[in-house]
T-cell receptor, first 114, second 113 residues
Framework: GAVVSQHPSRVICKSGTSVKIECRSL??????MFWYRQFPKQSLMLMAT?????????EQGVEKDKFLINHASLTLSTLTVTSAHPEDSSFYIC??????????FGPGTRLLVL | KNEVEQSPQNLTAQEGEFITINCSYS?????LHWLQQHPGGGIVSLFM???GKKKHGRLIATINIQEKHSSLHITASHPRDSAVYIC???????????????FGTGTLLAVQP
């Protein structure tokens, strides 16, 4: 089946630094990628929708200058958490989809900001 | 009220039991997904369905479009089935549908040996 990878799987950083998370579709071209965050014992919250070659569409309440999304190709999207703070500590998950509705999820990245 | 509701929120079962998790939704949909999230966090897509019934191994998913309801069944449950099961829907609307998913809050299943 389709595989989506994320890198890194875990990251610990100091407050004020920026962290980049990569999401790759390994065996298919993804027309759209989604970025989610998940707090403990809560469901996934959609942050933004990313289409290759165009600007990401952010959900209400998500700061686009804080969470920079770049979708450079049909197989790669990146999420950069700029000037990270402890409240940004969370589990970030990407998913990728083709024109059909099936979404393939990455394994997630656990971010801890000290 | 959430657009996608799941029940129960928590479920503990003994190994071998038949398990049912329910999902109700209040919006028009083009597809419904059942997802499995293990303690490590990774999410696996179990089923995507828009009508009828699908079966994969010990897992069965059904959907009733008229009643806006879906169920996930696990037969002969095993401790390795312990995970969070999430129902999600693709919202459809006049003129089309979206790849954006609306998620239920999940059902935490613990299967004890």
């Amino acid at each position: 089946g389709a595989v989506v990878s994320q890198h890194p799987s875990r990251v610990i950083c100091k407050s004020g630094t920026s962290v980049k998370i990569e999401c790759r579709s390994l065996d298919f071209q993804a027309t759209t990628m989604f970025w989610y965050r998940q707090f403990p014992k809560q469901s996934l919250m959609l942050m933004a929708t990313s289409n290759e070659g165009s600007k990401a569409t952010y959900e209400q309440g998500v700061e686009k200058d804080k969470f920079l999304i770049n979708h450079a190709s049909l197989t790669l999207s990146t999420l950069t958490v700029t000037s990270a703070h402890p409240e940004d500590s969370s589990f970030y998950i990407c998913s990728a989809t083709t024109r059909r509705e099936t979404q393939y999820f990455g394994p997630g990245t656990r971010l801890l900001v000290l | 009220k959430n657009e996608v509701e799941q029940s129960p929120q928590n479920l503990t079962a003994q190994e071998g039991e038949f398990i049912t998790i329910n999902c109700s939704y209040s919006v028009g949909i083009s597809a419904l997904h059942w997802l499995q999230q293990h303690p490590g966090g990774g999410i696996v897509s179990l089923f995507m369905l828009s009508s009828g019934k699908k079966k994969h191994g010990r897992l069965i998913a059904t959907i009733n479009i008229q009643e806006k309801h879906s169920s996930l069944h696990i037969t002969a449950s095993h401790p390795r089935d312990s995970a969070v099961y999430i129902c999600a829907v693709n919202h459809s609307f006049y003129g089309g549908a979206t790849n954006k998913l609306i998620f239920g809050t999940g059902t935490l299943l613990a299967v004890q040996p």
